[in-house]
C-alpha cells in the first residue's frame, strides 16, 4: 500500500499509544502528521520527538509553553486548544483521522475531518451515539468513509465482508460481561472503582472501563452498530461471551453465521481500520483452540445492568435522546470515578437525566451541543442532591 499520512486524535489515550505501537512496527507505511491530546504534554512531546510529527496540538493550552518547551530543537510546530484540532485536521496533508478522544468533546473534530473528506478511523464511540445520524449523513455527503476500530464493529465490518449483497438477518453483538458478571447485584451496588476499573480481557481507558462495567458502553455499541450499519436495533442481539474471543458475529437468512475471532487485544481491530484493506502483522498472540477448549454463552442480565436497557429504550425513543444518555453517562461516570455516586447511581442518573430532557425528533446539530450541555447540568445537579441525601 502507498504511504498513509496519519492524524491521531488523542494520541497519550489507550487507542491512540496503541495505534502508535502499530504504526512504530510499520514505519514504511505511515507518516504521523498530526497529534493531538487533552494535556499530557509529557507524552505528547516524547510521541512526537520518536514519529517526527509534523503538528501537534494540546488542547489545554495552559499546557502550551510547556509542550513548546519539551520541543525545542525539532520541526514540530506546536499548537493549543480544541479550535486547532478542528482546523488542522481538515490539512490536504492528511489522508486517515484515527478519532480516539474520549467522550463527546471527539465529535467537533470528527465531524470537521469528515467535512473534510478525510477517511475516519472511529474509536470515538460517543460520537455516534449523540449525533449518529447527523455524522452518518457527513460521511455519505462529503465521502469520508467511517471505518470502525470498537472491536465489536471491527469484526461485524470483517463479516460483511463475507455479504456479498446478501441481507443481514441479524448481527450478533458479543459482551464480556465485564468484571461484575458473576457478581449478585447487592455485591456490585457497593463495588468500588478500584473494583469496576479491573477489566478481566480488555486493556483500556478509565472511562470506557467503568462503561463496561456497568454494560453502558454495550448499549452504546448497539446504537453504534445501527448507525455503522444501518441495521434497525431490533437485528442486533447482545450476547454475553466471557472469552472474549469472538469479537461479534453476523448473521443471514439462510442461518449462516460468519464470526470474527482474534484473541483480544486492540492492537487488532487498529491495524485492520488504518491499513484496511491490507492486514497488517502485529505481534500479537494467535489463538489457540485446543488450549480454549470451549466457549460460552449467555443472556445479558438487565436487572444486574440496567444500563442496557436505557440504551435500547434511548435508541428506541431516538431524537436526541442517545445524546442526553450519553451527556449524563458521562456526568456520573466523573463522579463515581471521584466517588461521589455509587455504582448504580450512574444508572440512576442516566435514568432520570433521560425522563428530564426536553424530546427533539430530529435534532440539527446545534440542538446536540445545547442537549449535551443541558443534561450535564441535570446530572450535576442530581448528582449533588445524591451526596446531600447519602
Ligand atoms: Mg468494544
Redesign the pocket.
Known amino acids: 500500500m502507498e504511504k498513509r499520512r496519519i492524524a491521531i486524535l488523542g494520541s497519550t489515550g489507550s487507542i491512540g499509544k496503541q495505534t502508535l505501537d502499530v504504526i512504530r512496527e510499520h514505519r514504511d507505511l505511515f507518516e504521523v502528521e498530526l497529534l493531538t491530546c487533552n494535556s499530557s504534554f509529557t507524552t505528547l512531546a516524547a510521541q512526537a520527538r520518536e514519529f517526527d510529527a509534523n503538528n501537534v496540538v494540546i488542547c489545554d493550552d495552559t499546557k502550551y509553553k510547556a509542550l513548546f518547551d519539551a520541543l525545542e530543537g525539532t520541526d514540530t510546530k506546536v499548537f493549543a486548544g480544541m479550535n486547532s484540532v478542528c482546523g488542522l485536521v481538515t490539512s490536504d496533508r492528511i489522508d486517515i483521522v484515527v478519532a480516539s478522544m474520549v467522550g463527546f468533546s471527539g465529535l467537533a473534530p470528527t465531524i470537521a475531518a469528515l467535512k473534510a473528506g478525510k477517511v475516519v478511523a472511529l474509536a470515538n464511540?460517543e460520537t455516534l451515539v449523540a449525533a449518529g445520524s447527523i455524522v452518518m449523513g457527513l460521511s455519505r455527503k462529503h465521502n469520508a468513509p467511517i471505518l470502525p476500530v470498537?472491536?465489536?464493529?471491527s469484526a461485524i465490518f470483517q463479516c460483511l465482508l463475507a455479504a456479498q449483497g446478501n441481507k443481514v438477518s441479524k448481527i450478533h453483538l458479543t459482551a464480556s460481561g465485564g468484571p461484575f458478571r458473576t457478581w449478585e447485584k447487592d455485591r456490585i451496588a457497593s463495588a468500588t472503582k478500584d473494583m469496576a476499573l479491573k477489566h478481566p480481557n480488555w486493556n483500556m481507558g478509565a472511562k470506557i472501563t467503568i462503561d463496561s462495567a456497568t454494560m453502558m458502553?454495550k448499549g452504546f455499541?448497539v446504537i453504534e452498530a445501527r448507525w455503522l450499519f444501518d441495521t434497525p436495533v431490533d437485528k442486533i442481539h447482545v450476547v454475553v461471551h466471557p472469552e472474549s474471543v469472538i469479537h461479534s458475529m453476523v448473521e443471514f437468512e439462510d442461518g449462516a453465521v460468519i464470526a470474527q475471532m482474534a484473541s483480544p487485544d486492540m492492537r487488532e481491530p487498529i491495524q485492520f481500520a488504518i491499513g484496511f484493506p491490507e492486514r497488517l502483522p502485529i505481534g500479537n498472540k494467535k489463538l489457540d483452540f485446543a488450549a480454549l477448549g470451549t466457549l460460552s454463552f449467555f443472556e445479558p442480565d438487565l436487572d444486574k445492568f440496567p444500563a442496557l436497557g436505557l440504551a435500547f429504550k434511548a435508541i428506541g425513543r431516538g431524537g436526541n435522546i442517545p445524546c442526553a444518555l450519553n451527556a449524563a453517562n458521562e456526568s456520573a461516570v466523573a463522579a463515581y470515578l471521584r466517588d461521589e455516586i455509587p455504582f448504580y447511581g450512574i444508572s440512576d442518573v442516566a435514568g432520570e437525566c433521560m425522563e428530564r430532557i426536553s424530546f427533539i425528533a430530529e435534532p440539527t446539530l446545534e440542538d446536540i451541543f445545547e442537549t449535551n450541555k443541558l443534561t450535564r447540568s441535570t446530572a450535576d445537579w442530581i448528582i449533588a442532591s445524591m451526596r446531600k441525601k447519602s
Open positions: 464511540k470498537d472491536s465489536e464493529h458502553n455499541e
